[in-house]
């Protein structure tokens, strides 16, 4: 797995806001997880450190939180639409990808227009760029 990380032509990472509720459980799920993924875990505790923590019910609507469905363009413009889920949720094909991968740890707080570049396979720059955020509140009640 390739974690999202600071490339050397890359500009500081994007700020992040994640609401006092997720940041909880988000901290107690990584620091269980350090033994069995620590790669994952770190990246995901390091997200953690630098967010902004808010109130829950002060989190701004564009963010990207625990249950939000994400759309983002891709390197190549490839446009995927995702829902950021603890562990036992995820379900790559029904688009459920959990925080606990590199993916899922570098989505958490950013918001539409947000962009964070990593190193993939073979050394590799990738760049995903964040679209539209809606949170299950958001949606209607069909979907």
């Known amino acids: 797995m390739n974690t999202p990380t600071q490339t050397p032509h890359s500009q ?26 620590p ?23 564009d963010a990207i939180g ?15 639409r995702v829902q950021l889920v603890f562990p036992a949720e995820a379900d790559i094909a029904e ?13 958490i707080g950013l918001s539409p227009g947000q962009s964070f570049e990593w190193v993939g396979p073979g050394g590799h720059p990738n760049r995903l760029t964040v679209i539209s955020v809606a949170h299950p509140s958001d949606r209607p009640a069909s979907a």
Do not use: C, W, Y
């Open 12 to 37: 500081a990472l994007p700020p992040i806001v994640v609401s006092e509720f997720d940041h909880q459980r988000l901290s107690a799920l990584a620091n269980d997880a350090l033994a069995r993924s």
């Open 39 to 61: 790669a994952v875990a770190e990246a995901l505790l390091t997200e953690l450190d630098r967010a902004r923590i808010v109130a829950s019910d002060a989190l701004p609507r």
């Open 66 to 80: 625990m249950h939000s469905t994400v759309e983002f363009t891709s390197h190549g413009g490839q446009q995927r």
């Open 95 to 107: 688009g459920k990808i959990s925080v606990m991968t590199p993916l899922g740890a570098a989505l």
